[in-house]
């Protein structure tokens, strides 16, 4: 199960760049603490429980038996599925940050979840098995270099990886405010995002090569920025 090959010193610099945008969630969480939602860049547990509802609205969920969240964080995307659903189902979480793994570790006793740090353009911690749903809910949004063939890339692992659905999310605007100035928006773990047209550009091009149908739902969470909700029907 591989994508196209690129270039070794463009996984290198999105590897060392993961490295840095850990390390700013490890402050985080030394700032917050692990409980918090702000250690997760969150500004209130009200506005991530509309995020984590708004991402798995447009899915028929009780089809989902296994699920691979991509930068799972605390697996609190866990705690939500098992609200909702009345299905049993299978959890795989993978995140770079060792904190957030530690936290899911110590706080789920249900025997269907598995969770590991590893970073996810690390081909060493793909499942050898396909899930229902590949989902990355936030992992997308920090700025790397060459963001747009980072976007694609990623897009196109987690569809070889998927049965059914794919979910993810990216920011389409971003008000100058976030950025205190102009060249931060470009700094390496600051928010990042693309167009809706470069999005749909990207889109169309896995589309040509992958037997896909995708929508996408633009949601505001929070005033400043736009959530663009990426389905990805298989």
Sequence with gaps: MTTKRISSKLTSYWLEDGLLISEYYKRKIGKYSIDSVASLDWRSP????????????????????????????????????????KEDFRYTGIDIVPGFISKALNSKDNRDMKVEVGNFIDERYWPKDRSD?????????????????????????????????????????????????KSSRKKVGKIGGCSEVVLKNILEQIKKKHRIEYRIKKVTIFEGSRDAFVYIKI
């Design 46 to 85: 009200e506005s991530h429980a509309l995020f984590l509802e708004s991402a798995l609205s447009g899915i028929d969920i009780e089809k989902v038996k296994s699920v691979l969240d991509v930068g799972c964080g605390r697996g609190d995307l866990f705690d939500h599925l098992e609200k909702i659903t």
């Design 133 to 181: 749903l590949v989902i990355n809910l936030g992992g997308l949004a920090s700025q790397v270099r060459f963001y747009r063939q980072y976007l694609k890339y990623n897009i196109e692992k987690m569809i070889l990886l998927s049965n059914r659905y794919v979910i993810f999310n990216i920011i389409t605007d971003i008000s100058p405010d976030y950025f205190p100035g």
